[in-house]
T-cell receptor, first 115, second 109 residues
Framework: EAQVTQNPRYLITVTGKKLTVTCSQNMNHEYMSWYRQDPGLGLRQIYYSMNVEVTDKGDVPEGYKVSRKEKRNFPLILESPSPNQTSLYFC??????????????FGQGTRLTVV | ELKVEQNPLFLSMQEGKNYTIYCNYSTTSDRLYWYRQDPGKSLESLFVLLSNGAVKQEGRLMASLDTKARLSTLHITAAVHDLSATYFCAVDSNNDMRFGAGTRLTVKP
């Protein structure tokens, strides 16, 4: 089954404790991205990757890191989480960017609470 | 900077009625997407609109794109309770993907 898998689904952590949210897709998609969803703000892009070893900042990259060492995986790293990073996070992938097949497939979301 | 505005943000409608959600965007793009999100769930792709004048229909939902007006509409026909969800439009332009704030639709009996 084609899917985007995020882990964990729920996470409560303390300020400053490094964490990683994993994202994996099994569709051989080139393009992957991370979004955060906050009430009234829609989805805001954090980082995106157009292919292996190619990443770039989205709208709200501060406080986040990503890596794309393999095509299928795109982890989101919070080196020193702060309470303002409490949010619902979505990973998404699509076949490619800038072509006709840019429909995105979303993971199930990770609800992160930083206390 | 690409901006995407949806309206209304909240919509409560009776079953059987028709309504339209609007999505305006600020820069040139010919790729627009509509997604649905149920409470506590992920986003599900509804429509991909790739050219001016594109119109797509699925059941009671129809989406259209006017790239000259930088406007997409999502029209709901004879709403039913199952359509209650939040609907997002998203636009991509030059590797910049932006989502609207979403329209929370509630369909009441």
């Amino acid at each position: 089954e084609a899917q985007v898998t995020q882990n964990p689904r729920y996470l409560i952590t303390v300020t400053g404790k490094k964490l990683t949210v994993t994202c994996s897709q099994n569709m051989n998609h080139e393009y992957m991205s991370w979004y955060r969803q906050d009430p009234g703000l829609g989805l805001r892009q954090i980082y995106y990757s157009m292919n292996v070893e190619v990443t770039d900042k989205g709208d709200v990259p501060e406080g986040y890191k990503v890596s794309r060492k393999e095509k299928r995986n795109f982890p989101l790293i919070l080196e020193s989480p702060s309470p303002n990073q409490t949010s619902l996070y979505f990973c998404a992938s699509s076949l490619a960017f800038g072509t006709v097949n840019t429909e995105a497939f979303f993971g199930q979301g990770t609800r992160l609470t930083v206390v | 900077e690409l901006k995407v505005e949806q309206n209304p943000l909240f919509l409560s409608m009776q079953e059987g009625k028709n309504y339209t959600i609007y999505c305006n965007y600020s820069t040139t793009s010919d790729r627009l997407y509509w997604y649905r999100q149920d409470p506590g769930k992920s986003l599900e792709s509804l429509f991909v609109l790739l050219s001016n004048g594109a119109v797509k229909q699925e059941g009671r939902l129809m989406a259209s794109l006017d790239t000259k007006a930088r406007l997409s509409t999502l029209h709901i026909t004879a709403a039913v309770h199952d359509l209650s969800a939040t609907y997002f439009c998203a636009v991509d332009s030059n590797n910049d993907m932006r989502f609207g704030a979403g329209t929370r639709l509630t369909v009441k009996p």
